[in-house]
C-alpha cells in the first residue's frame, strides 16, 4: 500500500468538494442540508447574523434551525394560518417548551380535561416544582361556559386539546378565546388531531397552536417531531425561549417530514372514509354500547365538529358492553390486522386500550372506564372490519 507522502494532501482532501452549485434547473423537494458549523466570508459578516438572528431566521449555527428544517417550518406556518413556527424533537416537547416559555412563578393555567396525558405527568412534576398553579376543566362543548369561573387573576394562559385525547371531546374554541383575551389571558391549542388541515385553530382565535407532525404529516411512523407556530403578536417570547433552551431538530427528520407531507391531502379522505366505514359497522354490534367519533351523526360532539372543523382523520375509539379491563384486553389480543401500537396517523391500523379513570381529572368516566382506541390506516376496510368480526367471535 502507498501512502501519500505530499503533506498538501491532506488539506486538499478537507477542501475540496465544499462547493454544492451546479447550473442549470432546481430539484422539486428541498436539499437536505446537514449542517452543525456554519462559515461566514468575514468578522463582520458573521457578527451582522448574530446581530440579527433573535429577530430574523438567518443561518447562523446548527443548533438555531437549517435550511431543511426552515422549509418544514414554513410549511407547517402555511396550514396553520400563523406567524412562525417552531420545531421540537419530539410532540410532548412542542408542548412543554410552549408552556415553559409563556408561563413562570406565580402563574395559574388551565388545561383541557382530555389532554394528552404526558402533559399531566409534566404539570406534576414542573409545575409543581416551580410554583406554577394549574387545574383543569371538563373538555365537552365547553367554551366560556363552566370555565369563567375557573379563571383566576393569576390566570395567564388557557390550554385545550380538541379534539380531544382518546375519547375526542371538542371545546368551543372561539369562545374560550373570547373568554382568555378578556381575562388577559393567552390561548393554546393542540392541533395534532387536525394535522393543521382538518381544524384551523388560529383563524378560530387562538394564539399558539401546537402539533406532532409525527402523526399525519410524517405519514409513515418512522420519524418523531414537535411543531410550534403563533401568531406575530406573541411570537418573540416563543423564539426567544426556545433558542435559549437550544430547541432544535435533525434535518435529517425534517426532510422526512417534509416528504410524508406531499401526500397529507390524498391520504386523510382514505383515513376518514375508512374510520367512518368502521365506525358505523361498530355501531350495529351487539357488543358495543358506544363508539366515539365527532363525525357520526349521534357523536356528543357532533354540531362542534360540523361549526369549526373540515373533515375527520383515521381515530375513532369505542366501548364495550362489558365495561371490565379483562374484556377489553380479549378483544385486542384476539386482533390481527390491527397491531397494538400507542400512536397514530400512519399508514397502518393500530389498536390500544385506553384507562379514561386514570386519563381524566374532572370528568366522570364511570360508565366508560376502559375504551379501545383504533386507527383506521389505509388496509381495506371491509378487511378491517373482518378483523374486528373475528375478535368479537373469539372474545
Known sequence: MTIPTDPR??????????????????????????????????????????????????????????????????????????????LFPTGLAAITQTLIAYLQPGDHVLISDAVYEPVRHFARQFFD???IDYSFFAANGQGGQGVEALLRPQTRLIYAESPGSLAYEIVD????A?????????????????????????????????????????????????????????WDRLNRSVDAQGMTVSPDDAWLILRGSRTLAARLPLHAAGALRVGEWLQTQEAVTRVFCPALPDDHEHALW???????????????????????????????????????????????????????????????????????????????????EQAFAFR
Do not use: C
Request: charged share 20%; proline share 4%.
Open 9 to 86: 494532501e491532506r488539506t486538499r482532501l478537507i477542501q475540496a468538494g465544499l462547493s454544492t452549485h451546479v447550473d442549470g434547473g432546481r430539484a422539486v423537494n428541498p436539499p437536505l442540508v446537514r449542517a452543525s458549523t456554519i462559515l461566514f466570508d468575514s468578522v463582520a459578516h458573521l457578527k451582522d447574523i448574530r446581530r440579527r438572528r433573535d429577530d430574523e431566521r438567518v443561518l447562523s449555527y446548527g443548533a438555531r434551525g437549517n435550511p431543511t428544517a426552515f422549509a418544514l417550518e414554513d410549511l407547517i406556518t402555511g396550514l396553520e394560518g400563523g406567524y412562525r413556527t417552531r
Open 129 to 131: 416544582r416551580f410554583s
Open 173 to 176: 374554541l372561539p369562545a374560550l
Open 178 to 234: 373570547r373568554l382568555a383575551h378578556a381575562h388577559g389571558a393567552l390561548l393554546a391549542a393542540d392541533n395534532t388531531w387536525g394535522a393543521g388541515y382538518l381544524y384551523r385553530p388560529l383563524a378560530l382565535g387562538a394564539d399558539i397552536v401546537i402539533s406532532a407532525p409525527t402523526k399525519y404529516l410524517s405519514g409513515h411512523s418512522d420519524v418523531v417531531m414537535g411543531a410550534t407556530t403563533t401568531t406575530q403578536a406573541v
Open 306 to 388: 360540523q361549526r369549526d372543523f373540515s373533515g375527520v382523520n383515521g381515530l375513532l375509539s369505542f366501548a364495550l358492553k362489558d365495561p371490565t379491563e379483562s374484556a377489553a384486553i380479549r378483544f385486542i389480543d384476539a386482533l390481527r390486522l390491527f397491531q397494538i401500537g400507542a400512536s397514530w396517523g400512519g399508514f397502518e391500523s393500530l389498536v390500544m386500550l385506553a384507562n379514561m379513570r386514570q386519563a381524566r381529572t374532572v370528568s366522570d368516566w364511570s360508565r366508560y372506564p376502559f375504551l379501545i382506541r383504533l386507527h383506521v390506516g389505509l388496509e381495506d376496510p371491509e378487511d378491517l372490519i373482518a378483523d374486528l
